[in-house]
């Protein structure tokens, strides 16, 4: 199981916002490793689940209706691929034996349900089978060397990471990473983020209509309820239905629910001794999602599912981040406006869509749209790994609670019923949300975005019950590995304008500082540092540098030491771009209870590009601030 290091933990400025995982990431990776390994590692034995962040850089999936918000763009596509099988690398370098141990609790207070009317549509007899209207549970496996060292771990909550809000520009894992960040900073005592040999992933799992916002939402204009049907304000519509929760603004919720998140894997982790033992065991099937039938008798078959389309709903929003139009949640009927501007410029779905998609209605068909490209995948993975005793279903998709909930079950329905079953959310490729059939008829934001149709999640039961029963009576190498997806080369595009050449103010230097740091400063406080910049997209694949570093005078050694980069969560460096094609980068260190007393630097690398003759010329360059001093904080009563 290879899972990439989190996200970048810091804030870093961008505008590009995206989530999941694509196609073109899985097939680059899957091309690489041949080339390394031959077929060691391939499509049934690899999976890319990605940690959901809303405030991660675009620009890696092929499909028209995502390149028209992110773009399809190299410069993003080859830092992402590159990082996942460095990460593979550096696993299969250090493999040695080892042993698992599993271990799985209740986490409460860190997740609210987001659509509580969709999921009371479900039977009242399968609700009351259950506690809450989320899951809390908590699952961790912790990875050890023969003589008990810890290695890794990974665990997965069902909880969106959507702490950081819509207004949010700057590049975050959110909470899962701030998780992840804390325990590899407790586990690699001294390491840079992502240096020291403890991983600790923190997995997506059934959290299509979970939150983290748990206070709930509210009319932001008004301080009212928002409308409970429709999650809408009557001055304002959705936009101003919002949520919030537990902190006071963004960063403290990021940092209270990252917090919460990795106290309880830790706990978990530390209180581990149920061994997991066996055998491997992995799965894989590519499924045209369009065309998925069910045997009704003997002679005749029924086709379940729809070429893809989004619901009026879809435009709405969630309470974690509204739509700017007049959509709202729950809409069952067409707006005639919307409708029109739709059928004027992309076309109408067809009468045998409608019907199939009913009682959604379908403000884009994309699966009957196709220039230049088709707007949504069609043949998507279904996948699942077996380690002893735990499977892992890799699933393509956001799926509700309750959705959720159905597929361990199927999968442990007579075949893996002694499994721990766990989902593996945002899987190789991403196909938006999977909900229950009952949630899908209140069409939601969440039942609008489930593009395959009403029974979208009984396809998906069928196709993993099928991979449970090829493991279980060891017959996968009969599984028919299905119909190959396309993966395209022509006709990709970015709406994204390159970025152009910068300039600087005159007589000044690229690097040289605008606004100089305090002379002293104190634990706890904010210290803050202006530096003339080039744009950051010039500085292309940095994986293994760094924008900022915070660095302290060793009397000892007479050498700068760096104590934290732009991954750290105590660094934010805020890139602003003015005007005549001059920008600044402004960087932030909160200073940690912890940090030593002593001589600090702030440091800014990047790249500025000019033109020279008729090429652009790309250079490097870097900035430090003045040397300040920390000194400890006192109190006194």
């Not at 099937?285 to 369009?290: H, K, P, S």
């Not at 893809?308 to 709405?316: C, T, W």
């Amino acid at each position: 199981w290879h899972t990439p290091q989190s996200s970048p933990k810091s804030f870093t400025q961008t505008h590009n916002r995206k989530k999941g995982s694509s196609l073109c990431s899985e097939k680059c990776v899957l091309q690489a490793l041949q080339v390394k390994y031959g077929d060691l590692y391939q499509q049934d034995n690899v999976v890319l689940s990605g940690t959901h962040t809303h405030c991660g850089p675009g620009g890696y999936f092929q499909y028209t209706l995502f390149m028209i918000t992110s773009g399809y763009m190299k410069a993003a596509i080859e830092p992402l691929v590159n990082g996942i099988v460095k990460s593979i690398d550096i696993a299969h370098n250090n493999m040695k034996p080892g042993r698992i141990y599993r271990n799985r609790g209740e986490l409460d207070d860190s997740s609210l349900n987001r659509s509580p009317h969709s999921y009371l549509n479900n039977p009242e007899e399968e609700r009351r089978r259950y506690k809450w209207n989320t899951d809390k549970q908590v699952l961790v496996l912790k990875f050890t060397d023969q003589d008990g060292d810890g290695i890794g771990m990974i665990s997965w909550f069902a909880v969106h990471a959507v702490s950081m809000n819509y207004t949010n520009r700057m590049v975050s894992s959110d909470n899962m990473g701030y998780a992840s960040y804390l325990l590899e900073q407790d586990k690699n005592p001294g390491g840079l983020p992502g240096q020291g040999s403890f991983v600790a992933g923190f997995s997506s799992s059934n959290l299509g209509d979970v939150t983290p916002n748990t206070r709930g939402p509210y009319c932001v204009n008004t301080g009212l309820p928002c409308d409970y049907l429709n999650s809408s304000c009557p001055i304002g519509g959705t936009k101003m239905c919002q949520a919030f929760g537990p902190g006071e603004d963004m960063f403290e919720s990021t940092r209270i629910i990252g917090h919460n998140v990795y106290l309880k894997a830790k706990e978990l982790y530390a209180n581990a001794v149920e061994e997991v033992t066996g055998f491997i065991h992995h799965a894989h099937q590519w499924v045209n999602m369009t065309d998925v039938t069910v045997q009704i008798n003997e002679t005749h078959t029924v086709r379940i599912t729809c070429k893809p389309a989004l619901g009026h709903s879809f435009a709405a929003g969630t309470i974690d981040g509204g739509g700017d139009l007049n959509f709202t949640q729950g809409a069952v009927e067409g707006d005639p406006f919307w409708d029109g501007i739709r059928d004027a410029l992309l076309g109408q779905p067809s009468n045998q869509t409608k019907e199939c998609h009913h009682p959604k209605p379908i403000l884009l068909s994309t699966g009957e749209m196709n220039w230049p490209l088709p707007w949504h995948p069609q043949i998507v993975d279904v996948q699942m790994i077996t380690i002893g005793s735990v499977a892992v279903v890799a699933v393509p998709g956001e799926m509700t609670t309750m959705s959720g909930r159905r597929l361990r079950e199927a999968v442990k329905e007579g075949t893996l019923k002694d499994m721990e079953v766990v989902i593996a959310g945002l899987s190789n490729v991403y196909t938006h949300y999977i909900t229950t059939y009952e949630e899908y008829q209140v069409q939601r934001y969440e039942g609008a975005s489930t593009i395959y149709g009403p029974h979208t999640l009984s396809a998906y039961l069928q196709k993993y019950r099928g991979l449970a029963r090829a493991i279980a009576q060891d017959r996968v190498s009969e599984l028919p590995a299905g119909p190959q997806p396309p993966f395209f080369t022509e006709n990709l595009f970015n709406f994204v304008p390159l970025a152009l050449f910068d300039r600087k103010p005159e007589n000044m230097s690229f690097g040289d500082v605008l606004e100089e740091v305090y002379p002293v400063y104190r634990q706890g406080d904010v210290v803050t540092v202006t530096f003339v910049a080039g744009n950051p997209r010039n500085s292309g694949d940095i994986r293994d540098k760094t924008f900022v570093t915070v660095e302290i005078f060793d009397n000892r050694t007479e050498t700068w030491e760096v104590v934290h980069n732009d991954a750290s969560w105590e660094t934010r460096f805020h890139w602003l771009k003015g005007s005549n094609w001059q920008s600044n980068a402004t960087v932030e260190w909160q200073i940690p209870p912890t940090a030593l007393a002593g001589s600090y630097r702030i440091k800014h690398f990047g790249h500025y590009k000019e033109l020279k003759g008729l090429q652009p010329v790309i250079t490097p360059y870097e900035g430090s601030s003045d040397v300040f001093t920390v000194t400890a904080s006192f109190y006194y009563e």
